[in-house]
Each structure stands twice: as structure tokens, then as C-alpha cells.
């Protein structure tokens, strides 16, 4: 079946802008992650949405970083007033209720900040 | 909170040997040891996973072994080929309660044909 799919693939934006990244998640999975992937660097947890519980926003870097899950499926990643540190692969995964620790990554949107 | 250590951050073998990486956790509540593999320009893969009720999980060419005692588990690939060649994380978390995954560094695998 179809995996995590995240859009878009690749954003180039200014200094100041905001910009908002999508995820799909697999079909069923009823948790939602965010993480963020520095240049050579390892993974970084954001965000966490299970079901109707509310999200485990702990590893968010900053207010300027927010994400909502609609009707439990697709998810926004929202970055306001962006800085040229924001540059990263933003990567987010999905898991079944059953098995939330097993968690299947997207391809990533890569983000460049100028 | 959680802190996992990874090496090397290279390693470099002949095609047909094996590779072994290793990872150091410091949380002796996690309990679940997932290893993904991240080929360049994708997202990262899941290749293993491994509870902490049991010590070993054999996949085909990949293992992984558990130590709780040390809070180490390492990934062992045997007869190794260059599509081997990738980044592999090894992660952390619990099973129950906060699912997030605490990644190592990183070890990058270059078969040599």
C-alpha cells in the first residue's frame, strides 16, 4: 500500500516568510510524528499526535513552530517568520494504534531558508 | 531525558565482510531499539526493530543484539554488498507512554566492491 507521503518535496523561501509542510499519513496509522534532520546531522523529535489525545508538543523549537492534525489524517507543519537555522529535512512518520513505537518514515520535505 | 550514543559515525568494509555498529542508550526505561537506514535523498527506512524481551532478532543478513544490563544494542550485517551502502540510526523509545524516538548520530556504511 501507499506509505507516508509529504509535500512538498522541496521549498526554497526568504528570510521572514512562513511556510507550511504537508504530511500524508499511511492509510489506518492513527499516530503522527514530526521530526527535523539538520545537514549530517541525526533526528530530532517536534511532534507527536495520537487519535483525539492532545499532541506532545515538547520538542518544538521555538513559538514560531506549530503543527495541526485534521479529522486524525493529514497534518500541517506551520513555520512563521523563518530563519536561515530552520534549514533541514523536515521528516514526518506515522504508526498504528497497535503498535505506536514502529513508526514508518516519509521522504522528507527539504527546506532551505535564504 | 533519553540519550543514545552511536559508532562509529564512518565505517568503511570490503564487500562480502561484516559490519557492526553499536549504540549506547541512557533511559534504563526505554524498550523498544528500532535501526533505520537512510540511502541519500530519502527518507529513513526501517530495516529491524528489537524489544527488550528478547536479546537478539535475526532478519536474513541483519541482526541486532540487546543488552539491558549495558543499555547497548548493536547491528550486525553480515555479507555485506555495496547496496549496503547508506546511513544508519539506531533510536530509542518506549513501547508505552511517550512514543518519540531519540535517534544516535548516525553511522555512515561504505561497502567497497
Known sequence: ?114 | GENVEQHPSTLSVQEGDSAVIKCTYSDSASNYFPWYKQELGKGPQLIIDIRSNVGEKKDQRIAVTLNKTAKHFSLHITETQPEDSAVYFCAASKVVGAQKLVFGQGTRLTINP
Open chain 1, 1 to 114: 500500500g501507499a506509505g507516508v507521503s509529504q509535500s512538498p518535496s522541496n521549498k526554497v523561501t526568504e528570510k521572514g516568510k512562513d511556510v507550511e509542510l504537508r504530511c500524508d499519513p499511511i492509510s489506518g496509522h492513527t499516530a503522527l510524528y514530526w521530526y527535523r534532520q539538520s545537514l549530517g546531522q541525526g533526528l530530532e523529535f517536534l511532534i507527536y499526535f495520537q487519535g483525539n489525545s492532545a499532541p506532545d508538543k515538547s520538542g518544538l523549537p521555538s513559538d514560531r513552530f506549530s503543527a495541526e492534525r485534521t479529522g486524525g489524517s493529514v497534518s500541517t507543519l506551520t513555520i512563521q517568520r523563518t530563519q536561515q537555522e530552520d534549514s533541514a529535512v523536515y521528516l514526518c512518520a506515522s504508526s498504528h494504534r497497535l503498535a505506536t513505537e514502529t513508526q514508518y518514515f516519509g521522504p522528507g520535505t527539504r527546506l532551505l531558508v535564504l
